[in-house]
């Protein structure tokens, strides 16, 4: 595909905002890539902004956690467009009315039902297409659709509960399995098809306003995945398959007890042997994907907290090294253009800023952690480099205006200090577009806003509360909420920071 911009990601002074897709207007449950998606790209051409960021687009379990997912590769089928398909002539509008009527949260039997009318009426140019699809992707669609066929005959069970035949990828149970579940296994592949398809025009969309896509990847894989079932030497596992160290994070800002993730730990002395094949062809399709990637937990490829899998909590882990530099050096000699962000929050050692800096990785500045301490906190937005990504919060933020309610006195205060002396007159704090001036106004390349500071939105619209299970990854917003004074007041503020496209 070519690429329509004539500069990189971060060779200029950019604003972006942060939108999950699932976030975007929908007739139906979740927002998905259709006419809202390209709203929104057109949203961000007219407000100055150059970047969207995105979390992890790929397919999630049941609880819908982008950061928990069946695939390393696969895409979120429910952000497919139904509606471009019946634009193609692979649905009807009948069948996207009885959808939207039936409330139901699953788009599977349309799509594949667009699938049998594909396979019966699509021309030579289309099969063509889908056949070099499925070539191109087969290091790891192959696996993927058998995995996902062989998950649904067992009732959706994880990998680790299915007969050992299946489990422990016994050739000849492999191969019936092929065979039985033909059907299935094409209509998986078909739906892969269609959103990287979907994906990559909207992609050529964004770039045609000059917007980039930024991306983002988990560290860790789901050990209910088809990358763990596929290739499980290359976790640490142990005789039986089961995990006996989990991934999480230590007691920290978010969480008196940590964060037990409970995501299977990387056998890096496997990885390595085979040259990091299996992280350089995932970030070879997020960067096929996206213009722009950012490694959640970056901290993890310097040393990673690893917790026995019989505790309950974070708290008894330990530290455990990882080869970080062989990684990222071998990503780069793969990838030479890749735009990779360090996603490096939380316990940060002077080795987690040596491996960045070592690769010139920007890294991430929350001004919500700035205000209430010392004076050299890194985070305060005088403190900041220009290489990095400035943001007011992230997903795992309350939103601005939740945050300054929350504030104590202490943090407050140092706040409204803090803005007064960047103001040349007294100034009636006006929350949250003081906060999204000051991340603008900082010296980062990239400022991003989340859409609910955007749009000022209180606590009742954070899309995520770490170190919880239930109730996330559910915020949607609508065009009805953005009002004419707030685009003006956003547009205004990125082109006064020197960051319009």
């Given at each position: 595909?070519?690429?329509?911009?004539?500069?990189?990601?971060l060779s200029q002074r950019r604003a972006g905002v942060l939108l999950h897709v699932s976030s975007?207007?929908?007739?139906?449950?979740?927002?998905?890539?259709?006419?809202?998606?390209?709203?929104?790209?057109?949203?961000?051409?007219?407000?100055?902004?150059?970047?969207?960021?995105?979390?992890?687009?790929?397919?999630?379990?049941?609880?819908?956690?982008?950061?928990?997912?069946?695939?390393?590769?696969?895409?979120?089928?429910?952000?497919?467009?139904?509606?471009?398909?019946?634009?193609?002539?692979?649905?009807?509008?009948?069948?996207?009315?009885?959808?939207?009527?039936?409330?139901?949260?699953?788009?599977?039997?349309?799509?594949?039902?667009?699938?049998?009318?594909?396979?019966?009426?699509?021309?030579?140019?289309?099969?063509?297409?889908?056949?070099?699809?499925?070539?191109?992707?087969?290091?790891?669609?192959?696996?993927?659709?058998?995995?996902?066929?062989?998950?649904?005959?067992?009732?959706?069970?994880?990998?680790?509960?299915?007969?050992?035949?299946?489990?422990?990828?016994?050739?000849?149970?492999?191969?019936?399995?092929?065979?039985?579940?033909?059907?299935?296994?094409?209509?998986?592949?078909?739906?892969?098809?269609?959103?990287?398809?979907?994906?990559?025009?909207?992609?050529?969309?964004?770039?045609?306003?000059?917007?980039?896509?930024?991306?983002?990847?988990?560290?860790?894989?789901?050990?209910?995945?088809?990358?763990?079932?596929?290739?499980?030497?290359?976790?640490?596992?142990?005789?039986?398959?089961?995990?006996?160290?989990?991934?999480?994070?230590?007691?920290?800002?978010?969480?008196?007890?940590?964060?037990?993730?409970?995501?299977?730990?990387?056998?890096?002395?496997?990885?390595?042997?085979?040259?990091?094949?299996?992280?350089?062809?995932?970030?070879?399709?997020?960067?096929?994907?996206?213009?722009?990637?950012?490694?959640?937990?970056?901290?993890?490829?310097?040393?990673?907290?690893?917790?026995?899998?019989?505790?309950?909590?974070?708290?008894?882990?330990?530290?455990?090294?990882?080869?970080?530099?062989?990684?990222?050096?071998?990503?780069?000699?793969?990838?030479?253009?890749?735009?990779?962000?360090?996603?490096?929050?939380?316990?940060?050692?002077?080795?987690?800023?040596?491996?960045?800096?070592?690769?010139?990785?920007?890294?991430?500045?929350?001004?919500?952690?700035?205000?209430?301490?010392?004076?050299?906190?890194?985070?305060?937005?005088?403190?900041?480099?220009?290489?990095?990504?400035?943001?007011?919060?992230?997903?795992?933020?309350?939103?601005?205006?939740?945050?300054?309610?929350?504030?104590?006195?202490?943090?407050?205060?140092?706040?409204?200090?803090?803005?007064?002396?960047?103001?040349?007159?007294?100034?009636?704090?006006?929350?949250?577009?003081?906060?999204?001036?000051?991340?603008?106004?900082?010296?980062?390349?990239?400022?991003?806003?989340?859409?609910?500071?955007?749009?000022?939105?209180?606590?009742?619209?954070?899309?995520?509360?770490?170190?919880?299970?239930?109730?996330?990854?559910?915020?949607?917003?609508?065009?009805?909420?953005?009002?004419?004074?707030?685009?003006?007041?956003?547009?205004?503020?990125?082109?006064?920071?020197?960051?319009?496209?």
């Open positions: 595909m070519t690429h329509l911009h004539s500069t990189t990601p975007l207007p929908s007739e139906f449950y979740v927002g998905d890539i259709g006419a809202e998606a390209y709203r929104f790209v057109d949203f961000l051409h007219e407000i100055g902004a150059s970047v969207w960021q995105t979390l992890p687009i790929n397919m999630p379990h049941a609880d819908n956690s982008p950061y928990q997912c069946l695939s390393a590769h696969a895409c979120n089928p429910d952000f497919i467009s139904l509606e471009a398909l019946e634009a193609k002539r692979l649905l009807t509008k009948d069948d996207l009315s009885a959808l939207a009527i039936s409330k139901s949260t699953d788009k599977s039997p349309l799509i594949a039902k667009a699938y049998l009318v594909f396979s019966q009426k699509a021309g030579k140019k289309q099969r063509q297409e889908f056949e070099d699809f499925c070539s191109q992707q087969c290091l790891w669609l192959n696996d993927f659709a058998l995995f996902l066929a062989l998950r649904k005959k067992f009732n959706q069970a994880g990998w680790n509960y299915w007969p050992e035949a299946y489990k422990n990828r016994d050739a000849i149970a492999l191969e019936q399995a092929q065979a039985e579940l033909i059907q299935e296994i094409s209509v998986i592949k078909f739906t892969q098809f269609v959103f990287f398809t979907q994906w990559l025009e909207l992609k050529a969309y964004a770039a045609s306003k000059h917007v980039y896509l930024f991306g983002d990847i988990p560290i860790f894989v789901a050990y209910d995945s088809a990358d763990v079932w596929a290739q499980p030497h290359l976790f640490k596992l142990d005789s039986d398959k089961n995990m006996n160290v989990v991934a999480g994070v230590p007691p920290d800002y978010f969480s008196e007890t940590g964060q037990r993730w409970g995501n299977p730990h990387y056998n890096w002395e496997a990885m390595a042997a085979n040259g990091y094949a299996w992280w350089i062809s995932r970030m070879a399709t997020q960067n096929e994907l996206f213009d722009i990637v950012r490694i959640d937990h970056f901290r993890g490829l310097q040393a990673a907290w690893e917790i026995p899998a019989n505790e309950e909590t974070a708290i008894n882990g330990q530290w455990v090294a990882a080869p970080g530099d062989e990684l990222l050096a071998a990503i780069m000699r793969s990838l030479p253009k890749i735009t990779l962000i360090a996603e490096d929050l939380g316990i940060i050692t002077p080795e987690v800023d040596a491996l960045r800096h070592q690769y010139n990785l920007p890294g991430m500045k929350i001004l919500h952690f700035a205000f209430g301490g010392e004076e050299d906190n890194p985070y305060l937005p005088h403190h900041i480099e220009s290489n990095s990504v400035a943001y007011t919060g992230t997903h795992d933020n309350d939103t601005t205006v939740g945050w300054y309610n929350s504030l104590d006195e202490n943090q407050r205060g140092h706040l409204h200090a803090y803005l007064q002396s960047s103001r040349s007159t007294p100034h009636e704090v006006n929350m949250p577009n003081d906060l999204i001036d000051l991340t603008m106004a900082s010296n980062a390349q990239l400022a991003i806003i989340p859409m609910q500071d955007v749009l000022a939105l209180d606590s009742n619209h954070r899309m995520n509360m770490p170190g919880t299970s239930t109730g996330n990854w559910l915020w949607r917003f609508n065009w009805q909420e953005l009002q004419p004074e707030q685009q003006k007041t956003i547009a205004d503020i990125i082109a006064s920071s020197g960051r319009r496209s």
